[in-house]
């Protein structure tokens, strides 16, 4: 037998990433039902499948699915997914495998939008109360990536430039946002608190189609990016002489990031390392080309969005955790990890 030519091998490849990439999908399919079959009243999987497919169920586990675990679940699913995508982008264009939505400033930033509306109540006119603070949280995480971009240009749109920029961004907005818990009343520190933990708690449908928008919007031109993308991780220099705009694409990679982190924390709070271990799980999986690894990271972070939900409310008896603290508990092993291995690089 003749060993299989470089053609040959890469279709192999390329085969195994697809069915890799499938193989997450319905990892995350299996993670949502685990999540409707999970909470204080203990439905069995085979009454969530008949309400979810219009069987003969009880009105009051009819409302149980579609009303209450639905919303939430698809609000986990969506929430991981954008954050993945956001930091699988951000970690290409800025070349940096720390790099994410939590990393360089936004959910502070949007923390602080929250905390003007939570302790100053100040938000938009006319908005109804219900949409405040996630409609503050979302315009401040959208400055904040905007200054970003803006600031990063003036001085040459470099990464290491956006990447000191975001954390100085973080500082100051973590600064502002301690100024507003100390003139805070115990009811609205109380608040902010738990809005800042990450929660589902306030899932709605009007959220999970927001951000399903958001998602239809940047997913597709992000994979048209892909090839570009994958020419970026092998260097700037190297992207440039095959052709590819590193300015233009970075500039339209953290447009979609942008949109992706500031629309997911604005729903349910800051969501810690899900934007980090997303993407490099799925870089494990299938390698670098984006084709495959946008795909992959937009759902391993869906993946692991939905088992933390469903940890959230297992883990402790008769308690809903906040889901951002059961991520934060994922993340921690793996940021710990690729600070080891970048020390043993070195």
Sequence with gaps: MTAPSLLERYHQQNRRRTALVLALGLLALIAVLADLTTGPAGLPLSETLKALTGGEVSRGTSVIIWQVRLPVALLALLVGAALALAGAEMQTVLENPLAEPFTLGVSAAAALGAATAIVLGLTLPFLPAVW???ANAFLFALAALGLLQLMGRIRGGGPEVLILF??????????????????????????????????????SWTGVVLLAIALSL??????????????????????RSFGVDVTGLRRWALLRVSLLAAGAVSMVGVIGFVGLAGPHIARMLVGEDHR??????????????????????????????PVGLVTSLIGLPIFFSLILK?????
């Design 166 to 203: 975001g954390i100085a961004l973080n500082f100051t907005a973590a600064a502002f946002l301690s100024l507003l818990q100390f003139i805070a009343s115990a009811d609205a520190l109380q608040q902010l608190v738990f809005w800042t933990m990450g929660n589902l708690s306030a899932a």
């Design 218 to 239: 940047t997913f597709p031109f992000a994979l048209r990016a892909a090839w570009a993308l994958t020419a970026l991780r092998l260097g700037e220099e190297q992207a």
């Design 342 to 346: 970048g020390r043993k690089r070195g």
């Design 292 to 321: 495959f690894f946008l795909p992959a990271s937009l759902l391993t972070g869906a993946v692991i969005m939905s088992l933390a939900s469903t940890l959230s409310k297992i883990v402790v008896p008769g308690v809903l955790l």
């Design 132 to 134: 405040s603070v996630s």
